[in-house]
T-cell receptor, first 114, second 111 residues
Framework: DGGITQSPKYLFRKEGQNVTLSCEQN?????MYWYRQDPGQGLRLIYY???????QKGDIAEGYSVSREKKESFPLTVTSAQKNPTAFYLC?????????????FGQGTRLTVV | AQSVTQPDIHITVSEGASLELRCNYS??????LFWYVQSPGQGLQLLLK??????LVQGIKGFEAEFKRSQSSFNLRKPSVHWSDAAEYFC?????????FGQGTRLTINP
């Protein structure tokens, strides 16, 4: 089945630690995205990548980093600089970044700082 | 600036009743509009999309939405809801790298 796989589903982090969230897609999509979801705030874009080895900051990139070494993979690292990292993180992908394009989402990773 | 407003944070309907979820948008160009559904602890599933053409679009699970440019609206409808429709619904506008989401409407179904 084609789709987007995020792992782990739940992740706990101690304050001061970096953690990496995995996102893999087998849809052969060029573009991939990371969103953060907080209760009552909808989704906000963290980073996106249109092609391999290239990525751009979204609206809330501070405290996060990404890499795009392979077309299929777009891991997100939540660094210790992120002041409030507890949230639900969603990875998405799309064929491209043109206007007539829809995004497909993974099942999410819930990160909790303990 | 682009924005999406979903005026209803929470709606409760009885099973079998009709449903309409409201979405108003502000967008400078031709809007590309989406409705997504999210079950608790899950990702988002695309219900339907509007790019151009017929202003009444059909989606999955029996949902439809009507684009009304004059009202800047893209309301989601279903003639008869099922208990499995209980979820959170998000309206969004724009290209994927500039998607703007509404804050969501949580739908509860009474048996």
């Amino acid at each position: 089945d084609g789709g987007i796989t995020q792992s782990p589903k739940y992740l706990f982090r101690k304050e001061g630690q970096n953690v990496t969230l995995s996102c893999e897609q087998n849809l052969n999509h060029d573009a991939m995205y990371w969103y953060r979801q907080d209760p009552g705030q909808g989704l906000r874009l963290i980073y996106y990548s249109q092609i391999v080895n290239d990525f751009q900051k979204g609206d809330i990139a501070e405290g996060y980093s990404v890499s795009r070494e392979k077309k299929e993979s777009f891991p997100l690292t939540v660094t210790s600089a992120q002041k409030n990292p507890t949230a639900f993180y969603l990875c998405a992908s799309s064929i491209g970044t043109g206007m007539r394009t829809e995004a497909f989402f993974g099942q999410g990773t819930r990160l909790t700082v303990v | 600036a682009q924005s999406v407003t979903q005026p209803d944070i929470h709606i409760t309907v009885s099973e079998g009743a009709s449903l309409e979820l409201r979405c108003n948008y502000s967008y400078g160009a031709t809007p590309y509009l989406f409705w997504y559904v999210q079950s608790p602890g899950q990702g988002l599933q695309l219900l339907l999309k509007y790019f151009s053409g017929d202003t009444l679009v059909q989606g999955i699970k029996g949902f439809e939405a009507e684009f009304k440019r004059s009202q800047s609206s893209f309301n989601l409808r279903k003639p008869s809801v099922h208990w499995s429709d209980a979820a959170e619904y998000f309206c969004a506008v724009g290209a994927p790298q500039k998607l703007v989401f509404g804050q969501g409407t949580r739908l509860t179904i009474n048996p």
